[in-house]
């Protein structure tokens, strides 16, 4: 079974910069599409960021384009989420999912993804 744990989540005002981190376990880490997720109170999960399993493929939303930076490092089982010019707006829980179909190119659907992480806390003060 595979395990994600996020981490890296706080407190941050506006125009700061958060790292986040997801470390996978239980699994062939280096084989699985990686993605973010997000979901604000009251509203439905989204798309956040991201990555093939070879890290040469990423894909991102207009509303975090040029803003967030999703990477990886298969020989540490991990991805990060890089969160720079940060807005209110990305207040939310933040998700890391792994799917374990081997992809040329992410799926962006909530479905396509397999295993969930715990999700952590992205609070962003204006």
């Known amino acids: 079974q595979v395990q994600l744990v996020e981490s890296g989540g706080g407190l941050v005002q506006a125009g700061g910069s958060l790292r986040l981190s997801c470390a996978a376990s239980?699994?062939?880490?280096?084989?699985?599409?990686m993605g973010w997720f997000r979901q604000a109170p009251e509203k439905e999960r989204e798309f956040v960021a991201a990555?093939?399993?070879?890290?040469?493929?990423?894909y991102y939303p207009n509303s975090v384009k040029g803003r967030f930076t999703i990477s990886r490092d298969n020989a540490k089982n991990t991805v990060y989420l890089q969160m720079d010019s940060l807005t209110p707006e990305d207040t939310a829980v933040y998700y890391c999912?792994?799917?374990?179909?081997?992809?040329?190119?992410?799926?962006?659907?909530?479905?396509?993804?397999?295993?969930w992480g715990q999700g952590t806390q992205v609070t962003v003060s204006s």
């Open positions: 990555i093939s399993w070879s890290g040469d493929v990423t």
């Open positions: 239980g699994g062939t880490f280096s084989r699985y599409t």
């Open positions: 999912a792994a799917d374990r179909t081997i992809r040329d190119y992410p799926s962006l659907r909530r479905e396509g993804y397999d295993y």
